[in-house]
């Protein structure tokens, strides 16, 4: 199993678990890029706060606003993984998305 893989199966697994969270695209077959919402933030909020703990995502209809609208999702918040991630900034993206609903709620 590739590194991105790893990374990308123990991200899905931690995200899922907070709550108020939705992730878009769960196949099993996919690259190391995980799209979600939260129920209590916008993305571009999701993604100052994040960025402000040095946690890099992207937020916004990510070139594919026919996607949204069928979604029928404002926008959405993207994390991806390469070769210089590590399990650790997972639990930093998950304790930084975790502080974002402490702050929206």
Do not use: W
Not at 56 to 62: C, F, L, P, Q, T
Not at 64 to 70: E, F, R, V
């Amino acid at each position: 199993m590739s590194h991105e893989k790893k990374l990308l199966i123990d991200a899905t697994e931690k995200l899922s678990y907070i709550e108020g969270l939705k992730i878009f695209g769960t196949s099993d077959n996919k690259s190391g890029v995980i799209s979600f919402a939260l129920d209590c933030a916008h993305p571009h909020d999701v993604a100052t706060i994040l960025d402000q703990s040095n946690i890099a995502v992207r937020a916004g209809h990510h070139c594919a606003m026919p996607l949204m609208n069928y979604l029928k999702v404002p926008a959405l918040t993207r994390v991806s993984f390469g070769v210089y991630n590590d399990l650790e900034d997972i639990t930093k993206l998950t304790d930084g998305v975790c502080r974002v609903r402490k702050i929206f709620l």
